[in-house]
Nanobody, 122 residues
Framework: QVQLVESGGGLVQAGGSLRLSCAKSGRPATTYNMGWFRQAPGKEREFVARIIWSGSITSYSDSVKGRFTISRDYAKNTVYLQMNSLKPEDTAVYYC???????????????WGQGTQVTVSS
């Protein structure tokens, strides 16, 4: 059974930075593509970033491109989301997800973490 555990969320002022981590246990991390999604109150869960299983390809939503960076450390079975130049509209619960599909759709992912809250104050 695959388990994903996020950490690193918190309260930060606009313009600040946070790094989220997603630690994976279970099957080897190399078999899964990984993604980050977020969900703000009253809104649907939206794609933020994804990284292919080999780490060679990444993609981002337009709203975070140039500010966020996704990466993975195979030795630690961990995926990261470095978030810079944070804005109040980045406030949401952030989830990491894993799956065999290379997709920006949440329904295509098989495994999910419990989420970590990110709050950006203005």
């Amino acid at each position: 059974q695959v388990q994903l555990v996020e950490s690193g969320g918190g309260l930060v002022q606009a313009g600040g930075s946070l790094r989220l981590s997603c630690a994976k246990s279970g099957r080897p991390a190399t078999t899964y593509n990984m993604g980050w999604f977020r969900q703000a109150p009253g809104k649907e869960r939206e794609f933020v970033a994804r990284i292919i299983w080999s780490g060679s390809i990444t993609s981002y939503s337009d709203s975070v491109k140039g500010r966020f960076t996704i990466s993975r450390d195979y030795a630690k079975n961990t995926v990261y989301l470095q978030m810079n130049s944070l804005k109040p509209e980045d406030t949401a619960v952030y989830y990491c997800a894993g799956g065999s599909s290379w997709s920006i759709l949440a329904v295509e992912y098989d495994y999910w973490g419990q989420g970590t809250q990110v709050t950006v104050s203005s």
